[in-house]
């Protein structure tokens, strides 16, 4: 536990006992002066004037870090207005403040003074007045959140097209683009902290109305501010029981966002990836959409490799298919580390769940993909010395399970031959000499590190190097004396 969620609970056990409250009374002034006191669940309303009729009771937000951190602070002007705000949240109901004035009051303190951590310290209240939560849910659903340009005369060309392909894109679920765009743009959710905390205290109160509120959602900015609100694992757990796909899609991007200094998922958060994931895969369409964004750079979302190596062994072969397509693949000079780590550990996982025949079905598509591309020889890219690829873990699969012994030196045989007899056939220049050596080198080389292998041996944690055959270097001075 935190320090800070530590003091809240502290303070919070301080005003449950029988003690004076200490009424936001500016505050509660300012509200009631206000004509349509609704605006402000919206984020409609400016708050400046009610965040200055907060300070009647002085910087909450010090008095909070005072508390946690200094000693022999006098914190009775704090604890009697937490007081207030937690005895109004029990006591609440719609018949005593219609329009819920006093809940705009409460709500505005808990922003003031903690944010996040004060209103979970009151979890108990909130779930204690079910009255409140459906009061809340009425307004929350009729939150929303619109892009567009900023105001002016001079609105830049680039952020008027950045926002009309944005909308664009959300209309059309283009994930790509929708992440994007959610950098491109700068989505202000750090200024929605009311309406993030409306969305904590329903999951709090009453999750299934949340739920209900996400599933009509049409745009993944409502979708992301609901992410934002809530801990990772509530905001996965909200998308793995909804099946709206901006909620879904918004809570794993947000996710990962959030946890990317860390390796892996909590054991629990894997567990519900694993199972959104693979609910996901059920459209193909939908799962390509995924794939595209989450699965081309792994080493991007190292969290994500584990419960996407467990969600493999339980998908469609057209789904597993979709992740090796997805994959960007790239050659990739020593030390060959670019995604290579990600993918071994997503494929280690998928191998220690999935049966022979998902395996070698997986292997294969792979293979396939990896020698049709054969180091971008289609393309003609020029390679100046022996590489590795993103799928060499794959491929090794192929090599190591769908390939007998016999098989294995039978293609070692072949691309040596074609190795050798490389020098007798005309090239342009000595580089795409170079280029078409390196590039059948490159080949040999997963089966190379195959022959290093003794019985036992994990394949996955081999540190897959050079072979050391080398071309004719001959060909150079042939080359140039024949010019």
Known sequence: MSAATQ??????ALARATGTEAAPTKLLEAINAMPQPDLVWSGEANLHDLFLAVEENGNLALAVAQFTHAQGVNSAPLVELIRWTRNTIVNWSAEADPDARRLIAVFMVIQAAAGRPLLDALADEIRGNSELA????KRFAAVS???APQSGAAIPIWEAEAVKTFLAADKAKDWEKVTLGWRQLGV??????LQKLMARCL??????LLLKIVGSYSTSLMALLVADALSVEDSLWLARDSANEYVRFAALAHALERTRPHPRFSPEIEQIVTAMLIDVAASTERWSAWMAVFNRYPTRYPQLQIPLGRALAAVSDEAREAYVASLDLTATPPPYEYSRPQIADCLREFRAVASPAQRHALWKSAFDRWSAWDFGAATSEHMMQITGSTIDYAVMGYIMECLDATERASAVTHLEGRISSLPDAWHTSFTDFISDHNRLMSRL????CATQLADGDDWLLLRMTSST???????QNLYYSTR
Do not use: C, E, K, W
């Not at 003091?7 to 919070?12: F, G």
């Not at 459906?134 to 849910?137: E, F, G, K, S, V």
């Not at 080389?445 to 190379?448: C, G, N």
């Open 7 to 12: 003091s809240m609970a502290d303070l919070v």
């Open 134 to 137: 459906t009061a809340l849910a």
């Open 145 to 147: 959140l619109v892009i």
């Open 188 to 193: 202000a959710l750090p200024f929605m902290g």
């Open 203 to 208: 999951n709090i109160g009453q999750r299934d």
């Open 445 to 448: 080389r997963p089966y190379a």
């Open 469 to 475: 055959t080398n071309g004719d270097i001959n060909y």
